[in-house]
């Protein structure tokens, strides 16, 4: 049974439909000021690619969610069919454990970076922000393999 997913569960959608609509927005007004007005937008590029960064891994998170990530099933389909959700499980565990790592990482990188007080060439903002969405969006898929192993134990899927 489905149910109506709230704002939290959908915070990947949401994300990724608002990081892109101003990276969109960002981008049309720097193609018209320098093709219209013969001027250009300096920050424009540089926070487009740190709005796409974010967005990236905003769709790690939302294809797990969604079950849309590439996954080999050749192994899978050649098991009996009551190790099938064991073998699911600990490819989730094993996913897990990936994101954790990307997770303690990338706070490492990212305590480094804004003690280094680096700032973007163009916006002068710290690079820490930047860099956070590794571990941000890490979080966000543990948390979402969380919910899909529940699943697969469960039966729901």
Do not use: C
Not at 20 to 30: E, K, P, R
Not at 31 to 55: D, G
Not at 88 to 117: C, Q
Not at 125 to 140: E, K, Q, R, T
């Amino acid at each position: 049974m489905k149910r109506n997913l709230s704002v939290v569960d959908r915070i990947e959608e949401y994300g990724m439909v608002i990081l892109l609509a101003v990276m969109t927005i960002i981008i049309f007004v720097q193609v018209i000021a320098r093709y219209v007005f013969r001027s250009s937008i300096p920050w424009s590029e540089e926070i487009a690619r740190y709005l796409f960064i974010w967005i990236v891994y905003f769709a790690i998170s939302y294809g797990v969610r969604v079950n849309a990530h590439i996954r080999v099933d050749a192994f899978i389909t050649i098991l009996p069919k009551f190790m099938e959700m064991p073998v699911r499980v600990l490819s989730n565990v094993l996913f897990m454990l990936f994101s954790g790592l990307m997770v303690y990482y990338g706070i490492k990188v990212v305590s480094f970076i804004l003690a280094s007080k680096q700032v973007s060439p163009a916006l002068g903002i710290p690079m820490g922000l930047v860099y956070m969405a590794v571990p941000v969006g890490f979080v966000m898929t543990f948390i979402r393999i969380i919910q899909d192993t529940v699943k697969k134990i469960k039966g729901e899927e």
